[in-house]
């Protein structure tokens, strides 16, 4: 069998795939592709049509964006993407965030670095403890199930979600308080993490007037995508309130442009799309992805199918 593969996944999962395929990193003849892997290229419907031979085609990762699902449906191929093999790195990384951001950590070692205190324990980076606080989460995914689970199981915080997908019943299992307005949400959380997928009803889903109602000093976490939240209304946000801090892994453009006004706030911490980067969570993606794509090649069942 020959499957596409031309970026990087963990070197266990490439020998893996490599170990039961021919890997082919050109599409020069595409009609000949069994399977197909990608992290970012693009996998148009042009493509799909003409890679006659074309089975599946696997996502190592879970935005879908960058494949023609409507092309693929219409051929028969199967489309699969890798649903929570990164979700404990990004809630891990979140969980980071709340903490950081509450004791002022990225502030401290900037001004520290250019010599701005006299004293210790400088009044004006007095932190807070995330211990006891709300916890808003957007979204009540994998991610959001896990942040939750930590941020009650090690903080004793109380659990709250919007997700106009998730009805009270589950809700209540998964042990979230749950609002039926983000409008609500926003006014009693502390904490505030965003998990939803990019889409026609997240894109700007925190802009305009919604920042009004965050509740005064709170921190807001954004490792989803850039577009959910508008950068000039958090700038807003941050500099004149309600907003303390925020920290952010994922910005409209990326990497975050270094002459973006975002970089120049000490209550902000950008990081360049680390969420679901580490060693353990590129090891799961990467089998889940090859695993799959070769069971659907085979006939056999595989996770994670969208189409
Ligand atoms: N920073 C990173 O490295 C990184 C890594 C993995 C995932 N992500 C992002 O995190 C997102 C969430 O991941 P997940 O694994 O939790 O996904 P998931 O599919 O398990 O959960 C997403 C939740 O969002 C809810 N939702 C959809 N539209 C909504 C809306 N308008 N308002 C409120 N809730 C809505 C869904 O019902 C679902 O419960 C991904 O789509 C991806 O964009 C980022």
Redesign the pocket.
């Known amino acids: 069998m020959k499957i596409y593969l031309n970026e990087f996944i963990h070197p266990d999962a490439a020998s893996h795939l490599r170990s039961q395929a021919e890997v082919v990193t050109n599409f020069d003849h595409i009609e000949e592709l069994d399977g197909i892997i990608v992290r970012g290229t693009q996998v148009t419907g042009e493509m799909i049509r003409a890679a006659k031979n074309l089975k599946v085609i696997g996502r190592h990762?879970?935005?879908m964006n960058i494949i023609d699902l409507d092309a693929a449906r219409e051929c028969g191929v199967r489309v699969l993407n890798t649903?929570?093999t990164?979700?404990n790195?990004?809630a891990e990384?979140i969980v980071g965030c709340f903490l950081a951001m509450s004791r002022h950590f990225y502030e401290c070692n900037v001004k520290l670095r250019r010599g701005a205190f006299t004293r210790i324990a400088p009044p004006d980076l007095l932190g807070s403890d995330v211990s006891g606080k709300t916890v808003g989460l957007?979204?009540?995914?994998?991610?959001?199930?896990l942040v939750a689970k930590i941020m009650r199981n090690a903080f004793d915080c109380e659990i709250c979600g919007?997700?106009?997908?998730?009805d009270n019943e589950r809700a209540a299992a998964l042990g979230f308080k749950k609002y039926e307005r983000?409008e609500d949400l926003l006014e009693v959380s502390d904490l505030v993490n965003i998990?939803?997928?990019?889409?026609k009803?997240?894109v700007g889903?925190v802009s305009g007037d919604m920042f009004r109602h965050f509740k005064p000093g709170a921190i807001l976490v954004n490792?989803?995508?850039g577009q959910i939240v508008n950068e000039d209304g958090l700038y807003c946000a941050l500099t004149e309130g309600p907003l303390k801090a925020a920290a952010f892994?994922?910005f409209a453009v990326e990497p975050l442009p270094k002459d973006s006004k975002l970089l120049t706030l000490e209550n902000f911490s950008a990081t360049p799309?680390?969420?679901?980067?580490t060693e353990e969570a590129l090891y799961r993606t990467g089998i889940a992805v090859v695993d799959n794509v070769i069971n659907v090649i085979k006939g056999q069942p595989a996770d994670g199918i969208i189409v």
């Open positions: 990762g879970i935005a649903p929570r990164n979700a790195s990004v990384y957007v979204g009540m995914g994998n991610i959001s199930q919007y997700d106009p997908f998730v983000l998990s939803v997928p990019l889409s009803g997240t889903l490792a989803a995508r892994d994922t799309h680390i969420g679901g980067n």
